[in-house]
């Protein structure tokens, strides 16, 4: 089993295909089994997003994989999930998804020091192809600086 310390996943998709404006630590609320999963690092974060109902904020499309040694009371994969925030931080972001062009996404999801998971959530921009073909050559650049300082100072 993993250390609970390095459980750690990303959505790696994210960052490629948004530009994060800023980002917020949410809690989840979670079934016993899920948390268990997330221990065990069985999760996947790609393409998930999150959505406003009812004043309240949930995300959608995280998949937390069926416990292995759950029963029936396994839980559902792909539910949505509520995420915890302030309310403060809640009005703010639910005033920015007013905006055109604006989501909000999933980027990583972690364990804290208490053992609670937390998600972190980037309001998010959309790029374009140019864009993402750039954010790729800038990427690849910077991989070589730090290739050539790691063989300079070796």
Request: aromatic share 10%; net charge positive; hydrophobic share 35%.
């Amino acid at each position: 089993m993993a250390d609970y310390k390095n459980i750690n996943i990303r959505n790696k998709r994210a960052t490629f295909d948004y530009e994060i404006l800023e980002e917020y630590t949410a809690g989840v609320v979670l079934y016993g089994t899920e948390i268990k999963s997330i221990r065990m690092s069985k999760v996947s974060m790609v393409d998930s997003y999150c959505y406003f109902s009812e004043g309240e904020l949930w995300i959608r499309g995280v998949n937390i994989a069926e416990y292995s040694w759950g029963t029936c009371n396994n839980h559902v994969p792909k539910r949505d999930r509520k995420l915890l925030l302030t309310a403060k931080e809640l009005a703010k972001l639910s005033r920015a998804m007013q905006d055109k062009g604006l989501t909000i996404v999933g980027l990583r999801l972690f364990l804290n020091e208490r053992g609670l998971a937390k998600i972190v959530i980037g309001l998010a921009r959309g790029r374009k192809s140019y864009d993402k073909r750039e954010y790729l050559k800038a990427n690849d650049a910077r991989r070589e600086i730090d290739q050539a300082l790691k063989r300079y100072k070796s």
